[in-house]
Nanobody, 126 residues
């Protein structure tokens, strides 16, 4: 079984920086695809960033691709999401997720993920 635990959320002002962490525990091998999703109030959960099972490919939502960076540190069993120049529209609950499909691409559909963390709140004030 896999457990995912997010941390690092908080309240910041527009333009500031936050780094989210997702600690992976339980079964960590063989590696699996991972991603970050977020859910704003009143909206559906959406894909933010992901890394393929092989870690050779990363993909970002168009709204964040020039501001966010996903890094996976296997030595620490932790995935990070560095978020620069935050905007009020980045506000939401951020979730990390793991998917078991054996494809070497980034999984962008919520339904492709089977493991989910509890989420961490990010609030960006204007």
């Amino acid at each position: 079984q896999v457990q995912l635990t997010e941390s690092g959320g908080g309240l910041v002002q527009a333009g500031e920086f936050l780094r989210l962490s997702c600690v992976i525990s339980g079964r960590t091998y063989p590696p699996f695809a991972m991603g970050w999703f977020r859910q704003a109030p009143g909206k559906e959960r959406e894909f933010v960033a992901g890394v393929s099972r092989t870690e050779l490919v990363t993909k970002y939502a168009a709204s964040v691709e020039d501001r966010f960076a996903l890094i996976k540190d296997n030595a620490k069993n932790t995935m990070y999401l560095s978020m620069n120049r935050l905007k009020p529209e980045d506000t939401g609950v951020y979730y990390c997720a793991g998917g078991l499909l054996t494809t070497n691409t980034v999984l962008i559909r919520e339904d492709d993920y089977v493991f989910w963390g509890q989420g961490t709140q990010v609030t960006v004030s204007s």
